[in-house]
């Protein structure tokens, strides 16, 4: 028993104060508070051109780090933190677009490509 606690009855009590304080506090060993992800969003993703699928095409939740790439049949499915949050679709060769969630649970989106004019290399 460590010297500072006289009985068995005082150790008890002290180490509910400590696991107590642990608990409150968040820290290893007490209960930690998760914010949770809690709307799915899923949908497609094709191209303007000939509206086939984008497979690789890059979708971000703005404002975090969470995003996810589409399938080979330009599919998605993320997890996001609100229904009113946005989603920001990248493609290399394809305009950058951002698609307000809205309270949508499927969202299918249309990228159109870029128009870049390359100058002849000599």
Do not use: W
């Not at 984008?54 to 969470?66: D, Q």
């Not at 946005?86 to 307000?100: E, H």
Request: one cysteine or more; proline letters at 7%; charged letters at 15%.
């Amino acid at each position: 028993m460590p010297p500072f606690v006289s009985s068995y009855s005082s150790f008890k009590i002290v180490l509910t104060a400590v696991f107590g304080v642990l608990l409150a506090c968040g820290l290893p060993g007490g209960v930690q508070a998760v914010h949770a992800q809690d709307f799915e969003v899923t949908g497609t993703v094709v191209s303007a051109d000939n509206q086939s699928p984008l497979p690789g095409v890059n979708i971000r939740e703005a404002g975090t780090s969470r995003g996810t790439v589409t399938g080979p049949d330009g599919g998605f499915s993320l997890a996001v933190d609100s229904p009113q949050d946005t989603l920001t679709f990248s493609f290399i060769g394809y305009q950058t677009k951002t698609v307000p969630v809205d309270g949508r649970s499927e969202i299918r989106v249309v990228l159109e490509t870029e128009s870049q004019e390359l100058e002849g290399v000599v």
